[in-house]
C-alpha cells in the first residue's frame, strides 16, 4: 500500500513569495497532519485536518494555512515567504481509529532565498 | 514540556544488538510509546509502539519497564541502514473530539553503526 505522498519533493522560492504544497494521505486515513522542521526549533506541529476540518493548530502565524479537500488529500500554503520559512515540512497521516498510528511523509524541504 | 529523555547519541557495532534507552517517568496510564526514526533529509519513519508489554515486529523489539517509566527499543542486529536519528515519543492511542494529540519530538538519540 502506498505511503504518505508530499509533492513537491524540492522548492526554491524568493521572499515575499507564497508556496503551496500538496500532501497525499495512505489510503483510508482521514487525519492529515502538518510539521516543519528546522535545524534550530526541531519538528514543530503546524496544524491538523480531518474531515476538511482544522483540529489542531500549532503556534505558527497567520501566514501558515492549511486544507484538506473531500478525499482526504491537503495542501498547506505559506505567504508573504520569509528566509526563516526555509525548512523540511512533513505531512503526516492516521486512521483516527484504533491503532491510530501516524505516518510520515517523505517530507518538501523548501528553501527560500 | 519534554514528555522523554534520551541519550544524545550512542555508536553500535554492525551485527550487533543496539539498545536505544528512553526515559519517560511521567507517563501517564494512557500513554503508549511510539518509537520513530529519521534518516537524514528524509520523513520520520514508524518503528513500534507499546503500552506495558514488550513487543517486537520486523524491524524492533520494544522493551517497557513494569513501572512504564522507562523503555528501550533493540534493534536485533544493527546494519549501517540503521544510522539514524530515534525518537521516542509518548502519546494517547485513542484520538479525541479535538483530533490527534500533536507529536511531541524530543532531540532524540542520534545512533551511529559503526562498521
Known amino acids: 500500500k502506498a505511503g504518505v505522498t508530499q509533492t513537491p519533493r524540492y522548492l526554491i522560492k524568493t521572499r515575499g513569495q507564497q508556496v503551496t504544497l500538496s500532501c497525499s494521505p495512505i489510503s483510508g486515513h482521514r487525519s492529515v497532519s502538518w510539521y516543519q522542521q528546522t535545524p534550530g526549533q526541531g519538528l514543530q506541529f503546524l496544524f491538523e485536518y480531518f474531515s476538511e476540518t482544522q483540529r489542531n493548530k500549532g503556534n505558527f502565524p497567520g501566514r501558515f494555512s492549511g486544507r484538506q479537500f473531500s478525499n482526504s488529500r491537503s495542501e498547506m500554503n505559506v505567504s508573504t515567504l520569509e528566509l526563516g520559512d526555509s525548512a523540511l515540512y512533513l505531512c503526516?497521516?492516521?486512521?483516527?481509529?484504533?491503532?491510530?498510528?501516524?505516518?510520515f511523509g517523505e517530507g518538501s524541504w523548501l528553501t527560500v532565498v | 514540556d519534554a514528555k522523554t529523555t534520551q541519550p544524545p547519541s550512542m555508536d553500535c557495532a554492525e551485527g550487533r544488538a543496539a539498545n536505544l534507552p528512553c526515559n519517560h517517568s511521567t507517563i501517564s496510564g494512557n500513554e503508549y510509546v511510539y518509537w520513530y526514526r529519521q534518516i537524514h533529509s528524509q520523513g520520520p519513519q514508524y518503528i513500534i509502539h507499546?503500552?506495558?508489554n514488550n513487543e517486537t515486529n520486523e524491524m524492533a523489539s520494544l522493551i517497557i519497564t513494569e513501572d512504564r517509566k522507562s523503555s528501550t527499543l533493540i534493534l536485533p542486529h544493527a546494519t549501517l541502514r540503521d544510522t539514524a536519528v530515534y525518537y521516542c515519543?509518548?502519546?494517547?492511542?485513542?484520538?479525541?473530539?479535538?483530533?490527534?494529540?500533536?507529536?511531541?519530538f524530543g532531540t532524540g538519540t542520534r545512533l551511529t553503526i559503526i562498521p
Open positions: 507499546g503500552l506495558k
Open positions: 515519543i509518548v502519546r494517547g492511542l485513542i484520538p479525541t473530539n479535538f483530533g490527534n494529540e500533536k507529536l511531541t
Open positions: 503526516a497521516s492516521s486512521l483516527m481509529t484504533d491503532g491510530n498510528t501516524i505516518y
